[in-house]
């Protein structure tokens, strides 16, 4: 219902992604710009998937504006 509708605490600005098909296992690179939602309170970031295996997060400041 449109009344129950929250803000996002953070938006995704861009994805890129790149794929690593083999047929034993397929990688899959996941590049993302996210910008937390100044307007909703802090809290962390979630990252939720089924069937993967994470290999590794980076994360970094990139300068704004």
Same mark, same amino acid.
């Given at each position: ?11 995704? *600005?861009? $994805? ?14 996941s590049?993302? @710009?996210?910008? *937390?939602? $100044?307007?909703?309170?802090?809290q ?11 290999? @590794? ?9």
């Open positions: 219902r449109r009344e129950d509708y929250v803000a996002p605490a953070y938006f995704i *600005r861009s $994805v890129e992604l790149t794929f690593d098909l083999d047929p034993a296992k397929t990688i899959v690179g590049r993302m @710009r996210i910008e *937390r939602n $100044v307007s909703m309170p802090a962390p970031l979630q990252l939720q998937g089924e069937g993967l295996t994470l290999l @590794r997060v980076l994360a970094g400041l990139l300068p704004t504006g």
